[in-house]
């Protein structure tokens, strides 16, 4: 496998991995739950005035007819409660699961004070800072959307990873060869040249010097 495409799947899984987190941990922090996440609840209070610009939500169990919850929210001696029955159902899948949103309080008015509730009617109600789950469902949104751009991404970077590991090849080592040496496989072999002979020159040969003798008369 060449080594271009084991780095690219490499990066391609981590990003692809980092994405999937991010969507994991987006969709678990839009996630709300009314029974947990309340400034009151139950069929009396008090809950302060000034945690919210947004108001609050007044939500209850899904199988409670918003017409049949009758109740009443004090501030400064005026009921500052409103239904939303005309908008309100059950069965509309608000990614609440079990509850539903009824009415509301305080919208746009947060001048410090504390309000009191009383629900006529006895059923229990959760009373939502409407700003903070609209900050958690907009955050978590974000964050998911995010997830699946990096997710994305990550997997054209394995694809182009997988493409490249699986058509290019590895070059194989030029090795040079020394002289008388042994062929290696795959390489051309080398031939060797023969050594040129020099001719052989021909020395005179050396007379050898007799004596010669004189004859005495």
Do not use: R
């Amino acid at each position: 496998m060449h080594t271009a495409g084991k780095v690219l799947l490499i990066i391609g899984g981590v990003i692809t991995v980092l994405g999937i987190v991010m969507i994991v941990g987006g969709a678990a922090a839009a996630s709300f739950d009314p029974t947990k996440e309340n400034v009151a609840s139950g069929t009396s209070g008090s809950f302060s005035a000034s945690d919210s610009g947004l108001g609050f939500s007044v939500w209850v169990s899904e199988s409670v007819a918003c017409e049949d919850v009758e109740m009443e929210v004090l501030y400064q001696g005026n009921d500052e409660y409103y239904d939303t029955c005309w908008s309100s159902d059950p069965s509309e899948d608000d990614g609440v699961d079990g509850y539903y949103s009824v009415g509301g309080v305080g919208l746009f008015d947060d001048d410090g004070g504390t309000y009191t509730f009383t629900v006529n009617s006895g059923h229990t109600v959760y009373i939502t800072d409407s700003g903070e789950e609209l900050g958690e469902a907009v955050g978590g949104f974000f964050a998911a959307a995010g997830g699946v751009l990096v997710a994305i991404c990550g997997g054209v970077i394995l694809l182009i990873g997988l493409i490249l590991a699986l058509t290019l090849k590895t070059k194989d080592p030029v090795v040079m060869q020394q002289m008388g040496g042994q062929m290696m496989a795959g390489q051309m072999p080398m031939q060797q040249m023969p050594a040129q002979q020099m001719p052989a020159q021909q020395m005179p040969a050396q007379t050898t010097a007799q004596p010669f003798e004189y004859e005495q008369k």
